[in-house]
């Protein structure tokens, strides 16, 4: 048995999709722990491509239970459009389940969102707009619509008519937006409270039952560990905790029940919206990542903002996380670079800068210092050992693992299952490393 946390190690968008549907299959459990519709998974099996926002990738294996937990916010709207899509490709959703004290976003979260991205003009944090800080935000003002309401007409008529009037007030005195009218949102959410209902459960206790059974659970992260609303690249962050300890929190258990934490990264880096990106390529190569690695955001279709692997991030996402293992993703897109370089340190007001800044104003500041690798110039979507890698790209791996002082369980060399490179199996397999003691890699096949 083994309890497991995967966490994006970078902006987000690092590939956690792929990930957790791989380790989904020896799961009993899968369990979302926070964000809302401004996440995205897209996962690929045979000719078909998933793309999930809202339910965990593990639903598409039909023994394994998916939990969305309270620490998520829930769109009705689209997490019913996900049924819909999911349905007409015959994926069974008998095992998936919605906690009943996660949070609801609301017709006027998303007007507010928007109408306050645009008020912030060059200050924008660049938010999907779908709501999602506004429905966290009333959360903490504790104010909030819960599922728990949802389901519940009468609670939910009470709420929200005083709620509505209340935010009608903001959009229009402040926002010059148009009011929403309450019996219309009312009757739009008593519907989709129908459909929601069956699945409502509550979470945390159904997740500690799965642990006395001794349950494989895989807790999946959503963000990024620097979108983090409390260790991030603030204020251009998300608006919840997509960290190891922000998971447990999220889904109601304690940290000793976790075994393992494995962090996610791409083989270089990229971001989406606002904020500094110290190793950002502007030019050719950095379209060409864009493009070779279709970087375009899962729920936006926003463009990525690409750039070389950054070790000082990386780090940090170690500390914060405590991982004990990496998946490494988009090996691939790699392949075709004369030479590749990866940040190794920063350079701030003429000092030499290993650790992450945490003050904003300073780390806008830094800039990479590299070290220049050979690339291989040989593609490795066809590798299914470390040891058919090209040599160079295994050496890359390794000056990875090196810098980042945490073994590699996991490579993705492309958006397809069987384009992985299993070093370790983070669920059943014991703690190895990448390398042995002699510097040789491991000879573990997929």
Request: net charge neutral.
């Amino acid at each position: 048995m083994a309890n497991v946390i995967v966490i994006g190690a970078q902006w987000g968008d690092e590939g956690k999709g792929k990930i957790t549907d791989l380790l989904s299959k020896s799961a009993d459990v899968v369990v979302r722990s926070q964000g809302g519709v401004n996440a995205g998974h897209t996962v690929v099996v045979a000719d078909r491509t998933f793309k999930l926002h809202l339910i965990p990738s593990g639903i598409l294996y039909p023994n394994t239970e998916c939990i969305i937990g309270s620490g998520t916010v829930i769109d009705p709207q689209v997490f019913i459009e996900e049924i819909k899509q999911l349905e007409t490709l015959n994926v069974s959703l008998k095992n998936l389940f919605i906690s009943q004290t996660a949070h609801v976003t609301m017709p006027y979260h998303r007007a507010i969102d928007r109408a306050s991205e645009e008020r912030r003009g060059k200050h924008k944090i660049g938010t999907t707009g779908r709501g999602i800080g506004p429905t966290y935000a009333d959360k903490s003002e504790r104010i909030g619509i819960r599922v728990v309401d949802l389901i519940n007409p009468d609670d939910l008529k009470t709420k929200l008519e005083w709620t509505i009037n209340y935010k009608n007030v903001i959009l229009e005195k402040l926002y010059n937006v148009s009011p929403l009218d309450p019996k219309v949102v009312i009757e739009e959410y008593l519907e989709y409270a129908d459909r929601l209902r069956p699945h409502v459960i509550d979470s945390s206790l159904k997740i500690y039952q799965a642990v006395k059974q001794k349950k494989n659970i895989l807790f999946e992260g959503a963000q990024g560990t620097l979108l983090d609303l409390d260790h991030g690249t603030y204020p251009y962050v998300t608006s919840s905790n997509p960290i190891a300890g922000g998971a447990c929190v999220g889904a109601g258990v304690g940290p000793t029940i976790i075994d393992r934490v494995i962090g996610v990264a791409k083989a270089y880096t990229t971001r989406v919206g606002e904020g500094p990106f110290p190793t950002e390529l502007k030019g050719d190569i950095g379209e060409n990542l864009c493009d070779w690695g279709a970087e375009f955001g899962t729920t936006t279709g926003r463009r990525r903002r690409c750039g070389w692997f950054d070790a000082v991030i990386g780090r940090y996402a170690v500390r914060i996380n405590g991982f004990d293992c990496l998946a490494i993703t988009k090996l691939d897109v790699l392949d075709r670079l004369d030479e590749i370089k990866v940040c190794v340190a920063y350079k701030l007001d003429g000092q030499t800068c290993y650790d992450f800044p945490t003050n904003a104003s300073q780390f806008a500041r830094c800039e990479p210092i590299y070290e220049t690798l050979p690339g291989w110039q040989k593609s490795t979507a066809d590798c299914k050992t470390l040891e058919d890698l090209p040599p160079k790209a295994l050496n890359y791996l390794k000056f990875l693992a090196e810098l980042m002082e945490v073994p590699i369980a996991i490579v993705s060399i492309g958006a397809k299952r069987d384009q992985t490179i299993i070093v370790e199996d983070p669920i059943h397999g014991p703690k190895r490393a990448l390398l042995d003691a002699n510097g040789d890699p491991v000879k573990t096949k997929v």
